[in-house]
């Protein structure tokens, strides 16, 4: 098989940069470890910036998020028994849309399949060859049946755990990472959100997070040990911890019922440098991680589609290497600020296990800045919408 531009990964980046692409008319093909059912099956981000928002429009797949997406014009902030409000609108003209990822997802996929697009699922044994050579291309395996992939360019959208980042020789990448002492457990249940907006809540038992997906299906997290399960934690057990860490109006009102996913994820902060190696692009998890607390990853994969869109159209529209010659260092400008938000976010609102009475001060200090300083809102709201591209 031939095409333009190989795409290794089928989840948000790789089906964004390939409905995007096939509009001027350059040839991709996606190629997806999983699935489409296990590709849609995983519960992850929710909350999206205008930037993500204006892409999926450019790639005409924004129908049903603007008419299911809720707007949501700020967020709730608590530690112990007070609770504030930033307001994004407010302070930087702009809301975010709560819309799940599973059905960005989705959206891609359909918009995908109807323009054409190729993607082919299940494929194993994936090997990036030639990238440092005019005839770069990628080999896998679909029911044990070895193909061939030729190509001029290969799309990294695999993923922290893919082979892209890996085809990048080690003495030409560098890598910086941040594990943290704690993990997420999270919860899907069919229930009404306990409030309109998202609650981020700092309590002395560790963070918690309040979020949803509609008006009938909340998404709720806490912070726990790296060693938990998410079989140690019956329903009942979960809910009454999330109580525990809410201010108590909010507890009260909290309503509970049966999860439908229940599942722990780890937090990390993670970039690897540089994003391109001659005719290899890395976007999204696979060149970079945040943890979740900011809201950052699915839409920092987003900018980093957007400048690569526009660096591919130059190339193949006009003839201009510029874009894609550019392509890693203006991508890892946008990458380092989202890191810095969202590592700044995490500090903020978690407990951590070596936090000394000195830190917890200081943490509390922060949020009483945070609280009672206009400026302080504005810089988080700015952050909290997107930087612009
Ligand atoms: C609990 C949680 C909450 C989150 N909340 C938010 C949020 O509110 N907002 C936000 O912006 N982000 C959020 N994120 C982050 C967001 O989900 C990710 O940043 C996003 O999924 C990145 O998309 P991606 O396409 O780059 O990578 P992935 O979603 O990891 O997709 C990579 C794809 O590549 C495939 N693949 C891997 N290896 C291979 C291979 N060798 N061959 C072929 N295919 C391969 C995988 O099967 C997968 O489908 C959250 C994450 C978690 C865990």
């Known amino acids: 098989m031939k095409t333009q531009v190989?795409?290794?990964?089928?989840?948000?980046?790789?089906?964004?940069?390939?409905?995007?692409?096939?509009?001027?008319?350059?040839?991709?093909?996606?190629?997806?470890r999983k699935t489409k059912d296990r590709v849609l099956g995983r519960i992850r981000a929710g909350v999206l910036e205008r930037g993500l928002v204006a892409l999926m429009e450019q790639a005409g797949c924004a129908t049903r998020l603007h008419a299911e997406g809720i707007l949501h014009d700020g967020a709730m902030i608590s530690y112990g028994d007070t609770m504030f409000r930033v307001d994004f609108t407010e302070h930087t003209g702009h809301p975010v849309i709560v819309y799940g990822q599973t059905e960005v997802t989705r959206d891609l996929f359909d918009a995908h399949e109807q323009?054409?697009?190729?993607?082919?699922?299940?494929?194993?044994?994936?090997?990036?060859?030639?990238?440092?050579?005019?005839?770069?291309?990628?080999?896998?395996?679909?029911?044990?049946?070895?193909q061939r992939l030729q190509c001029d360019f290969i799309a990294g959208c695999d993923g922290f755990h893919g082979v892209s980042r890996q085809a990048i020789?080690?003495?030409?990448?560098?890598?910086?990472?941040?594990?943290?002492?704690?993990?997420?457990?999270?919860?899907?249940?069919?229930?009404?959100?306990?409030?309109?907006?998202?609650?981020?809540a700092n309590s002395p038992r560790g963070f918690a997070l309040c979020s949803m997906r509609n008006d009938s299906l909340s998404r709720y997290y806490i912070q726990c040990s790296l060693s938990d399960k998410p079989g140690y934690w019956t329903d009942a057990a979960f809910w009454q911890e999330l109580k525990r860490r809410i201010p108590a109006d909010m507890a009260e009102r909290l309503i509970t019922g049966p999860s439908i996913e229940k599942s722990i994820a780890p937090l990390r902060s993670f970039v690897t440098e540089p994003m391109r190696w001659q005719?290899?692009?890395?976007?999204?998890?696979?060149?970079?991680?945040?943890?979740?607390?900011?809201?950052?990853g699915l839409n920092t994969a987003a900018s980093d589609v957007h400048y690569l869109y526009n660096a591919l159209r130059d190339y193949y529209e006009n003839g201009s290497p510029a874009g894609i010659d550019g392509?890693?260092?203006?991508?890892?400008?946008?990458?380092?600020?989202?890191?810095?938000?969202?590592?700044?976010?995490?500090?903020?609102?978690?407990?951590?296990?070596?936090?000394?009475?000195?830190?917890?001060?200081?943490?509390?200090?922060?949020?009483?800045?945070?609280?009672?300083?206009?400026?302080?809102?504005?810089?988080m709201a700015e952050n909290y919408v997107g930087l612009p591209y």
């Open 115 to 146: 323009a054409g697009g190729a993607t082919v699922f299940n494929v194993e044994d994936v090997a990036i060859h030639g990238a440092d050579t005019d005839a770069p291309h990628v080999c896998y395996t679909v029911d044990g049946v070895p």
């Open 279 to 296: 005719r290899l692009f890395l976007c999204g998890d696979a060149a970079h991680i945040v943890p979740p607390t900011g809201a950052k």
């Open 327 to 379: 392509y890693s260092e203006q991508a890892l400008a946008r990458v380092w600020k989202a890191e810095r938000f969202s590592w700044w976010f995490s500090s903020l609102m978690h407990r951590y296990p070596d936090q000394s009475p000195f830190d917890l001060k200081m943490q509390i200090a922060e949020l009483e800045f945070l609280r009672t300083n206009a400026a302080a809102q504005r810089a």
């Open 6 to 32: 190989a795409m290794i990964g089928g989840r948000p980046s790789g089906l964004l940069l390939g409905q995007l692409l096939l509009k001027p008319g350059i040839d991709t093909v996606v190629l997806e």
């Open 169 to 200: 020789p080690l003495n030409v990448r560098r890598e910086y990472e941040k594990v943290y002492p704690f993990g997420w457990l999270g919860i899907l249940s069919q229930t009404p959100p306990v409030h309109h907006e998202l609650i981020y």
